[in-house]
């Protein structure tokens, strides 16, 4: 096996199975980062540009909201595998 291919799947699991799986998974990251960078930028960013570089204010709260998205989007993932209700 080359040093960087992927082991084989375990029998008696599909291989095309797989492949829509880590694709239905790279759609998913894909949507949460874009939801990510809307929802902070909209929020951060002031709508009338006035500098090519983010101030300081807007990347503490871009760093906020980054941080917060993160911890809140890991919680729901952890309640959900879970199986748990919410608090």
Not at 24 to 42: A, D, G, I
Not at 54 to 83: F, H
Request: hydrophobic share 30%.
């Amino acid at each position: 096996m080359a040093a960087n291919s992927a082991p084989p799947p375990p029998p008696g699991i599909d291989k095309e199975l797989i492949l829509g799986m880590a694709e239905k998974e790279m759609e998913y990251r894909v949507e949460l980062f874009n939801k990510l960078t809307h929802t902070c930028f909209n929020k951060c960013v002031e709508k009338r540009y006035k500098e090519s570089e983010l101030n300081m204010g807007e990347n503490s709260c871009i760093d906020r909201c980054v941080s917060k998205y993160w911890q809140v989007t890991n919680l729901v993932g952890q309640l959900l595998g879970s199986g748990r209700p919410p608090m």
